[in-house]
């Protein structure tokens, strides 16, 4: 103990900070294949399948919350325990039928921890026994903590990755569009070639076609690589002015792309090259000779192709723990998630809506030089729809494409954190080489697979196959779990049950109609893990 004197001060992130965290964390490379996922799944079941992931995203962090704050159950005078360290806090009923109800009373209706000086700490709980990791082994042992633990650094990985190839690609593509062209070193693809790689493709994919060699260290991502190591040496509460800056270039750029978009589907409409194409545009048929495809209002061609990108755009929840455990009160940790994840939503509809026709006209080569339909390289063709000086996007929008791409660098120190501690912690690996492993490491494999054409391949699978499983039904495994560990059993537990039953089966029906394009398969197999995932609890 202390003696009675002032505790050391706590750590707190306000309302804000979390919401802002969230939502810069949610923002990554899945947002710029959201205009093409559109079109494949129809603007209808687009919009459906939006606000399901935010409703099941929202659901899922509050049993989170939950899970980690009902793990504070018993406190003392001055207690350092094992969950944190708390003074003169009345204890709550959290010990047997203890319900949600008593954790939330528990920070709202206590009135020592309203006062105003360090006399009085405000109980958090321990990232290191409350986080995904920790509750694994509390609920399964130490077992299962290791394979949470690797499951944490694989999800941590997937997503720091993607995020980091996009930004790479960003800067590379502007560095393209104001100077004419951007250079990377790599290894000579023949006896007479270069080791310095240049090229003059303003797109997402600035290598693709030039004949450099799949691995590369670009100009973008030497930049992009200083820039988010250097934000990965800091603590989260110590960037939040920075965090705050990139989530308002964030929402800039989203409307200013929402509007460009706007602009270029009205011209193309009057040319006569939109998605509701006229019967002269039909028999003239489109480029190569095939019949041009039309955007569907209800339900597109794919539609199950578009589940895995869709989930990967809200594969946050593994990250949250360490944004939980700062809060200063359970209400504001899972109130801040969960709007988070509706300001996202909102502008993952815009962004899908609004820029699906324009994908849908590169598509059947309707716009000059259209080979891509990511986001930011529609954004660059918006020179060729309007008229732009050679073709060229205005210099206000190549702004906006930079700011997008100073935003998507935000949520990357996160990854490597998340992946830093699991290390840390868990794994017992000393913080330099956790360090090197989780900020330096990633980088390393971005410039060996830079010019990869299996990016989109990439978000589509690791969001069903990791970060499907790993965000949505592994904290609610673990929230059924710790109410019957900890004796806080209730109605919700049941509601849990089946949500968690329902969204593991779903996405291994996904996963099942992926690779086996077959409905049949995939509804059995839905069938099969229903069952199998109720029947413990059944007989429980």
Known sequence: TNGG????????????????????TMNGPGITTLPDVAVDAG??????????????????????????????KSYGKAADTELGTYHDVVEPN????????????????????????????YPQPKLETTSIVGQSVEAYGKNAGVYAALTMVASA??????????????????????????????????????????TSHSSMKPYAGSGAPTSLISVGTVIAAVFSVGMGTVDLDEMMGVQYSLFACLIISCVRFAYVLRKMSLGLSDEG???????????????????????SWFVGPNPFSTIGPIM?????VVTAPPLVSLAKKESIAYKALGMA????????????????????????GLIEGGDDTNLLSLILLSGNVEGGADGRPSMIDLFC??????????????????????????????????????????????????????????????????????????????????KKVRSLLGEEGSITSVVFSFLTASISAVIAISITNSLAIAGLLFGAVMIASMWPSQRN
């Open 273 to 295: 090259e939109m998605m509701d194409m006229t019967a002269a545009a039909t028999e003239e048929g489109s480029v190569g000779g095939e019949e041009e495809e039309v955007l």
């Open 312 to 316: 990967f755009n809200f594969a946050f």
């Open 341 to 364: 994840c509706v300001a996202m939503g909102v502008l993952y509809t815009m962004v899908g809506c609004v820029g699906a026709p324009v994908a849908n006209a590169v598509r059947n």
């Open 401 to 482: 494409i930079g700011t997008f791409g100073l935003s998507t660098v935000a949520s990357v120190p996160v990854y490597c954190l998340l992946a830093k501690d699991t290390l840390v912690n868990d794994a017992g690996v000393a913080r330099m080489p956790a360090f090197l492993l989780s900020n330096v490491l990633p980088w390393l494999l971005v410039a060996l697979t830079y010019n990869a054409a299996f990016f989109e391949a990439f978000v589509n699978w690791s969001g069903l196959l990791i970060l499907g499983y790993s965000n949505f039904s592994l904290p609610l495994l673990l929230d059924v779990k710790l």
């Open 5 to 24: 004197g002032a505790l050391p001060p706590q750590k707190f992130l306000p309302y804000a900070a979390i919401l802002t965290l969230a939502a810069n």
């Open 43 to 72: 603007l209808f079941l687009y919009v459906i399948l939006i606000t399901g992931s935010v409703a099941m995203a929202s659901y899922v962090c509050r049993r989170m919350v939950f899970a980690m704050w009902s793990s504070l």
């Open 157 to 198: 990985l997937c997503l720091a990755l993607a995020q980091m190839m996009l930004c790479a690609a960003i800067l590379d593509g502007m560095l393209v569009s104001t100077t004419g062209q951007s250079c990377a070193l790599g290894l000579p693809t023949s006896s007479t070639s270069s080791w310095i790689h240049c």
């Open 94 to 121: 959290l010990t047997k039928g203890g319900s949600e109800e008593d954790s939330l009373l528990l920070h709202h209706g206590n009135p020592n921890l309203n006062g105003g000086d360090n006399s009085v700490a």
